[in-house]
């Protein structure tokens, strides 16, 4: 069981919004602006696509962004597209001796 | 722009030693605002971050408590690398482990992931 809480899959049709979930504690998610998310499509690594809660890395499309409320983040990603298919994974530093924490991941179909 | 590139072995027997080098290009190790990574994921696990080193004036490591006890991530600044060694594996240790670079608590960059299989 991962310590970030991420619904398992969510969908969208092209064009559309949707947006992820992902729950931790104060000690994490609650706690710092460490929370990063990213995108991985099958067979690749990771992508980072927001870091700092709400900040995006030079490249990465302005239809992703991110947000924090509470014990929560959100990734949210406008105007779907095909090409935005993939697995969606949150990270947070924690102050825990684990340090970091991974979410168990979303699976965003575009249909 | 930073790339890495993983080497080492993909099988591994139990008990013995997992050993991985990431060459980093377009950085380097020695870096005041880099810090260097290590990520494995497993179906059973999912992302799982192992540990960190860094130089600020002096080389530091932080390592998750899970796997501390086992585990060394060493810089080569001569080759401009830097390497994973996992102690005494198990078939639990069976995963796509990962290097990753950036700043803070972020990983920018990326290797390209190798798989390590635990068996005999």
């Known amino acids: 069981q991962s310590a970030l809480t991420q619904p398992a899959s969510v969908s969208g049709s092209p064009g559309q919004s949707i947006t992820i979930s992902c729950t931790g504690t104060s000690s994490d998610v609650g706690g710092y602006k460490y929370v990063s998310w990213y995108q991985q499509h099958p067979g690749k690594a990771p992508k980072l696509m927001i870091y700092?809660?709400?900040n995006r890395p030079s490249g990465v499309s302005n239809r992703f962004s991110g947000s924090k409320s509470g014990n929560t983040a959100s990734l949210t990603i406008s105007g779907l597209q095909a090409e935005d298919e993939a697995d969606y994974y949150c990270c947070s530093y924690t102050r825990s001796s684990t340090l970091v924490v991974f979410g168990g991941g979303t699976k965003l179909t575009v249909l | 722009q930073v790339q890495l590139q993983q080497s080492g072995p993909g099988l591994v027997k139990p008990s013995q030693t997992l050993s991985l080098t990431c060459a980093i290009s377009g950085d380097s190790v020695s870096s005041n605002s880099a810090v260097w990574h290590w990520i494995r994921q497993s179906p059973s696990r999912g992302l799982e971050w192992l540990g960190r080193?860094?130089?600020?004036?002096?080389?530091?490591?932080n390592y998750t408590i899970s796997v501390k006890s086992r585990i060394t991530i060493n810089p080569d600044t001569s080759k401009n690398q830097f390497s994973l060694q996992l102690n005494s594996v198990t078939p639990e240790d069976t995963a796509v482990y990962y290097c990753a670079g950036g700043a803070g608590w972020k990983f920018d960059s990326w290797g390209q992931g190798t798989l390590v299989t635990v068996s005999s």
């Open positions: 080193t860094y130089y600020r004036s002096e080389w530091y490591n």
């Open positions: 700092e809660v709400s």
